[in-house]
């Protein structure tokens, strides 16, 4: 069974612009959380989506946005870019519809904001 | 609100010894708690967790937790580090809907 796949792997940006990056969930997976990692914040709660509602968000400014398809597929948006979003952006996808925390990582977007 | 603190930034035991991972908790409600591993370059991978029950909790590659509610600690262990465990390990609690809280995490150094 293929896990879950995040694309693009690794990508630079410069201030101001935006970025969208994507991520397909385990096959049957209907929840995809986002997490922010960076070596200052260690990892941080974006949001999560559940059948194309999302269900929880985390502490980020507008900015950053998310959606999710009909196929459980997802993406994540920064607009205006800034030099602190530089960090590893991580989809996580989980198949149970209730709080497991069970989550199955991808192994994420490392976004590069010069 | 719930939150981790995982005590040590950096761990290092040498091939062989016991590898221990303190993480302990602040939750007003009993708390789900999971520990991940993160090999460099890579996501996380869940090594274990505890919800109910049994407060001795076994995982994957030979690490077990105990829940222990009057410490409010769940510490990470393996009786015998291997080469291959070096990795990076979090400690994370449930806040919500499939949204964890996670510690600043623990880099685990094994010196042959």
């Known amino acids: 069974k293929a896990g879950v796949t995040q694309t693009p792997r690794y990508l630079i940006k410069t201030r101001g612009q935006q970025v969208t990056l994507s991520c397909s969930p385990i096959s049957g997976h209907r929840s995809v959380s986002w997490y922010q990692q960076t070596p200052g914040q260690g990892l941080q709660f974006l949001f999560e989506y559940f059948s194309e509602t999302q269900r929880n968000k985390g502490n980020f400014p507008g900015r950053f946005s998310g959606r999710q398809f009909s196929n459980s597929r997802s993406e994540m948006n920064v607009s205006t870019l800034e030099l602190g979003d530089s960090a590893l952006y991580l989809c996580?996808?989980?198949?149970?519809?209730?709080?497991?925390?069970?989550?199955?990582f991808g192994e994420g977007s490392r976004l590069t904001v010069l | 609100a719930q939150s981790v603190t995982q005590l040590g930034s950096h761990v290092s035991v040498s091939e062989g010894a016991l590898v221990l991972l303190r993480c302990n908790y602040s939750?007003?409600?009993?708390?789900?708690l999971f520990w991940y591993v993160q090999y460099p370059n890579q996501g996380l991978q869940l090594l274990l967790k505890?919800?109910?029950?049994?407060?001795l909790v076994k995982g994957i590659n030979g690490f077990e937790a105990e829940f222990k509610k009057s410490e409010t600690s769940f510490h990470l262990t393996k009786p015998s580090a291997h080469m291959s465990d070096a990795a990076e390990y979090f400690c994370a609690v449930q806040t919500g809907a499939n949204n964890l809280f996670f510690g600043t995490g623990t880099r685990l150094t094994v010196i042959p």
């Open positions: 505890y919800t109910t029950g049994a407060t």
């Open positions: 939750s007003s409600v009993p708390p789900y």
């Open positions: 996580a996808s989980s198949l149970a519809t209730m709080n497991t925390g069970e989550l199955f």
